[in-house]
């Protein structure tokens, strides 16, 4: 079901069952844009269903925010100008000499690729991909784009960060609401899921930069100013206490002697996101 976040934004909730990432919309005087196109043509068409029964605009504009299967794999059934950035364009065009078979799908498992709970994703979500493809892209621009729905103006921003360098977000100043895509999120240093502090602080100052209300992160529920503050406040006291550390013990530790607290489970996690990349790099110098 589609869900409304302000007089001219909603979105579909994501689903983490075959993970399925939330999608926006956002509706003008004279057109809307959808923001990515999903993790199947099931799932993109699902939205689609529900944005006809909607009294909007008609859509003219698909935003992706990056490169990732589950943002990409429903750009097919989006019959509307698809947009995305130079970045996103050449690592989608590296995702089309990919098969989807079965078999090169266990491949890409025994590679590293892709880990177990994509590929069951996958599979479970597009059962038959003998005929499978990834749609054309129609507009690609370099760092920023702002796109005119009639009276909403809307600002395409690459922002790169912590979680791929062709991350981009959409803001809406006039609604006050920023899409984020799974910017916020961690990557894969040789297998190691973290943050490098080099990737995420600037991208953090970038946001910031966008004042707003109500963010939209791919797969979880929407945060509001409170919440997202929050969750950089986290961040950088985890960075800070990590520091160049390679051990999450001794992190702990550090942050129980300055405080005297127990650190929350959430601290916990970033604080070993941090150290365990830590480690990947020292072990590569």
């Known amino acids: 079901m589609i869900k409304q976040l302000t007089k001219n934004a909603y979105y579909m909730p994501h689903d983490d069952s075959t993970d399925r990432p939330s ?55 989006m019959d509307c100008m698809r947009i995305t950035s130079q970045e996103t364009e050449k690592k989608i ?35 038959d991909r003998d005929d499978f493809e990834i749609g054309d892209l129609d507009l690609v621009y370099e760092e920023k784009l702002t796109i005119d729905l009639g009276g909403l103006k809307c600002i395409v921003d690459l922002i790169g960060g912590s979680h791929t360098d062709d991350s981009a977000i959409v803001y809406i100043p006039k609604e006050r609401v920023i899409f984020l895509g799974d910017c916020i999120y961690g990557r894969r240093y040789d ?37 997202i503050n929050a969750l950089w406040k986290e961040l950088k006291l985890a960075e800070r206490i990590v520091g160049d550390e390679i051990k999450t013990d001794k992190c702990l530790e550090r942050y129980t002697s300055e405080t005297g607290l127990s650190p929350s489970e959430d601290l916990t996690f970033y604080i070993k996101c941090f150290a365990e990349v830590n480690e990947v790099l020292d072990r590569k110098k």
Not at 99 to 115: A, M, P, V
Not at 209 to 223: F, G, K, T
Request: glycine content about 6%; some cysteine; hydrophobic content about 30%.
């Open 23 to 77: 999608l926006g919309l956002v509706c003008g005087s004279k057109y809307s844009m959808i923001i990515d196109s999903g993790n199947s043509p099931r799932h993109a068409n699902a939205f689609l269903s529900e944005i006809e029964s909607m009294d909007i605009p008609p859509v003219k504009y698909l935003v992706i925010t990056h490169h990732h299967w589950d943002h990409v794999f429903g750009i097919k059934e």
């Open 93 to 127: 065009e590296e995702m089309r000499l990919l098969n989807w078979d079965d078999q090169s799908l266990d491949e890409y498992l025994k590679s590293g690729r892709f880990n177990d709970s994509t590929v069951k994703c996958i599979r479970t979500e597009i059962p």
């Open 191 to 227: 297998g190691v899921y973290g943050y490098k502090k080099e990737k995420l602080m600037p991208m953090i100052d970038k946001i910031e930069e966008y004042p707003a209300d109500h963010y939209l992160i791919s797969h979880m529920d929407p945060y509001n100013k409170h919440q």
